[in-house]
């Protein structure tokens, strides 16, 4: 059985704009591929392991190419539960807003926590290797505002050229975005561009 980790970063349940779409997605793909689970993760609800001093003092160890030891080793217990969860799956969807032109706390959060030497990445004589491989990503985003290239805010998204580069770093460069916006200025606008997005969702989840 292969798995589709999906990975939410908002709080909205069902007021979300971002989860209508992806629910969209999901019954596509549930229909194309019957033979994967689906698992859920949801930031905005799971108590996340803060950075303490001892646990960022565990990722030097490591980028010094040393094993965890003793009390350092306990205090990563669940830093390395959601790593195994996060390289348990074979595909991944993210749903996530852009909150301040990026991504909300939650989603930063997780990534701080999961982006880790030898686990999903390491360094090599030639460079950076992402660790992350033969996998693919959706991210289904919607944002307040208007970032397509024509709009005089484009050089405020930061979400999805940020999103591209941390997981491409880790080795995910196979990355999809479905993108409604903009979802808070007009009503109408707001309904069509959700419309549009959940019927890119649909054939994207088909060949995915
Ligand atoms: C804390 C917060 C910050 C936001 N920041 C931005 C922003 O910087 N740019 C933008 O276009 N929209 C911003 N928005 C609006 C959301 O991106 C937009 O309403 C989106 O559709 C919400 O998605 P959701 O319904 O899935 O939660 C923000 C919303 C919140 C709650």
């Given at each position: 059985m292969k798995k589709l980790l999906h990975i939410i970063a908002t709080p909205r349940g069902?007021?979300?704009r971002t989860l209508q779409i992806s629910r969209v997605f999901l019954d596509a793909f549930k229909q194309?591929?019957?033979?994967w689970v689906i698992e859920e993760l949801d930031l905005t609800k799971e108590q996340l392991p803060s950075l303490t001093m001892k646990r960022v003092d565990g990722k030097y160890v490591l980028l010094g190419g040393k094993e965890l030891y003793g009390d350092l080793k306990?205090?990563?217990?669940?830093?390395?539960?959601?790593?195994?969860?996060?390289?348990s799956a074979d595909a991944y969807l993210l749903s996530t807003p852009m909150w301040n032109f990026n991504i909300p706390y939650p989603?930063?959060?997780?990534?701080?926590?999961?982006?880790?030497p030898k686990y999903l990445f390491r360094y090599t004589d030639s460079g950076v290797e992402g660790l992350?491989?033969?996998?693919?990503?959706?991210?289904?985003?919607?944002?307040?505002?208007?970032?397509?290239?024509?709009?005089?805010s484009r050089d405020f998204d930061f979400q999805e050229p940020y999103?591209?580069?941390?997981?491409?770093f880790v080795g995910l460069i196979d990355i999809r975005f479905i993108i409604a916006q903009p979802m808070d200025m007009d009503v109408d606008l707001q309904k069509a561009r959700i419309e549009e997005a959940k019927t890119k969702?649909?054939?994207?989840?088909k060949e995915f």
């Open positions: 069902m007021d979300s194309s591929h019957s033979e306990e205090a990563w217990e669940e830093i390395i539960a959601h790593i195994e969860r996060f390289l989603l930063k959060h997780y990534i701080d926590i999961i982006v880790q992350v491989k033969d996998r693919k990503m959706v991210v289904i985003t919607s944002r307040g505002g208007d970032y397509t290239p024509e709009s005089p999103l591209r580069t941390i997981f491409g969702a649909a054939s994207v989840a």
